[in-house]
């Protein structure tokens, strides 16, 4: 199901200048707060490591002139599922005000539609536990829980 997108709304790869404005709104929510820190160089590294790549896309939703929403995208070349490419969806934030409104709808079509553009046959993306909002989220949109996923701070 295709959601209109807000009078108004842009989704426009993201610049320096909107990256203090990405780090807070994945820092806005006591799960991400305390791994996002505050704003400084590493999170300059990491957007330049990203503009860098021909991988990775950091998409920023911008409404009336202001950030609102942000995701990141990696298109993942693979082996497995017969040569298959996915696309990873990581860091899918909506500011706290417009949730609900259809916003991460229209960044998740964004998503799947540029997936689609760069070949891709899967869309994938990992939910912290504690985010039940988030799952029944990405439940609507037919995302299957698939897999059990395990992390390694390295």
Not at 22 to 44: K, Q
């Amino acid at each position: 199901m295709t959601v209109p997108a807000p009078a108004g709304l842009v989704l426009r790869p993201a610049l320096r200048a909107d990256l203090p404005r990405i780090v807070e709104l994945i820092a806005d929510d006591a799960v991400a707060a305390t791994r996002t820190g505050s704003f400084g160089p590493a999170h300059v590294a990491g957007f330049e490591a990203i503009q860098a790549s021909t991988q990775d896309e950091l998409v920023v939703a911008e409404l009336d002139g202001q950030v609102v929403g942000c995701m990141q995208l990696t298109f993942v070349p693979g082996i497995s599922r017969n040569g298959a490419s996915r696309l990873l969806v990581e860091a899918v934030r909506v500011a706290e005000p417009l949730r609900g409104q259809g916003l991460g709808r229209v960044l998740m079509e964004h998503a799947h539609a540029r997936g689609r553009e760069r070949g891709c046959s899967l869309a994938q993306l990992t939910s912290d536990k504690r985010r039940p909002d988030a799952h029944r989220f990405y439940r609507a949109l037919g995302y299957a829980q698939s897999h059990e996923g395990f992390k390694l701070p390295l």
